[in-house]
């Protein structure tokens, strides 16, 4: 019986923390997201991309970059291209935001992430979740990402260098299941903006000769002054 009564404790103990914890959707309307891998058009995703989003308070530092990868601009990496970013950095402030990390599933390590149809997905089925950390009917700020699908998490792609691209940040509300009556969370797909992923682009051969003959012009310079 005692035993009984432990067990029964500590369950309504854990219950609270459970129940507080703020629900979330998570999707994107059609055409949300488009790649530029292939330069085909329209621009939308097939199996190429994953999208995930990010949880937090202020301005994300990813804005220092851009608000959003807009979708008539090709992220790239190459200068003079257009939405030119270098993709280490992206990865470094998204990754490395102290105000902001990777929305998660319940009480698991798992990102909340998502393989896009036609530029669009419903993550979890349509379902509402719980992220760890968050309360319900809290407000907060959020914004999506998204990634070559070849890797199975952001930080995989991270690790190389992949292109990364990112929705605005948008005011975010949880659902509150205790509530009476119960409110919903806020529909993700409303307010998220459309943005896109591009391709990582090279100098042309004639860039490169270029670069060439001005490094050539430097060294001959440079023996002259000696």
Same mark, same amino acid.
């Given at each position: 019986?005692k035993r009984i009564i432990i067990a029964i404790g500590l ?53 220092? /970059? ?5 979708? &008539?601009?090709?992220?790239? +990496?190459? $200068?003079?291209?257009? #939405?030119? @970013?270098? =993709? ?82 948008? /005011? ?5 299941? &205790?509530?009476?009556?119960? +409110?919903? $969370?806020?529909?993700? #797909?409303? @307010?998220? =903006? ?33």
């Amino acid at each position: 019986m005692k035993r009984i009564i432990i067990a029964i404790g500590l369950a309504l103990l854990a219950a609270p923390a459970t129940f507080a914890q703020g629900t979330f959707l998570f999707s994107g309307g059609s055409k949300t997201v488009w790649d530029d891998y292939s330069g085909a058009y329209p621009k939308v995703t097939g199996t190429t991309i994953d999208v995930a989003f990010l949880i937090g308070t202020d301005t994300p530092l990813i804005s220092q /970059i851009a608000t959003s990868i807009p979708t &008539n601009n090709a992220a790239n +990496t190459y $200068p003079g291209n257009p #939405g030119y @970013y270098q =993709t280490d950095v992206a990865w470094d402030k998204i990754l490395n935001d102290p105000n902001y990390h990777l929305a998660t599933n319940g009480g698991t390590t798992v990102v909340a992430s998502v393989n896009p149809t036609n530029g669009s997905w419903t993550y979890n089925g349509y379902q509402s979740f719980t992220i760890p950390n968050t309360v319900a009917g809290g407000t907060y700020t959020v914004y999506a990402i998204g990634w070559n699908s070849s890797f199975a998490t952001p930080q995989a792609a991270a690790a190389w260098e992949e292109p990364v691209g990112w929705s605005a940040p948008f /005011i975010y509300v949880t659902g509150d299941p &205790n509530a009476l009556p119960p +409110t919903a $969370p806020q529909q993700f #797909g409303l @307010y998220v =903006t459309p943005f896109g992923i591009g391709p990582i682009i090279s100098p042309e051969p004639g860039t490169l000769a270029l670069t060439g003959m001005g490094l050539a012009s430097l060294l001959a310079f440079r023996r002259r002054g000696k």
